[in-house]
């Protein structure tokens, strides 16, 4: 299985074109909830595995203190940024074609 975004992903007045195959639309169903529970998991003070670390990024390394307190103040925010783009992938998945905004 070869992978070129340029030949599966074009951008046209139209909107955007997604040639992916079917397997791979169904894999991407199968992930999605996945990824949905591990995000829904982290912790409230932003608790992850450093396999997840760039969803939830640390801002304060060397201050524990200060990194709770970002953790605390932000961690609501990324995730529902996080799984708000995560419906949107759900959503559009057996789509061939995105808007712009999608």
């Given at each position: 299985?070869?992978?070129s975004l340029?030949?599966?992903?074009?951008?046209?007045?139209?909107?955007?074109?997604?040639?992916i195959q079917d397997e791979?639309?169904?894999l991407l169903g199968h992930l999605i909830p996945q990824l949905r529970d591990v995000l829904v998991g982290?912790?409230?003070?932003?608790?992850?595995?450093?396999?997840?670390?760039r969803l939830f990024p640390t801002a304060h390394p060397e201050d524990v203190d200060n990194e709770a307190e970002f953790q605390a103040s932000q961690r609501d925010r990324l995730l529902a940024v996080r799984l708000d783009r995560l419906d949107l992938v759900?959503?559009?998945?057996?789509?061939e074609r995105l808007t712009d905004s999608e």
């Open positions: 299985m070869g992978f340029r030949r599966r992903i074009r951008r046209s007045s139209e909107g955007v074109s997604i040639k791979e639309r169904q982290v912790g409230p003070s932003g608790e992850v595995d450093e396999g997840m670390r759900e959503s559009t998945l057996s789509a």
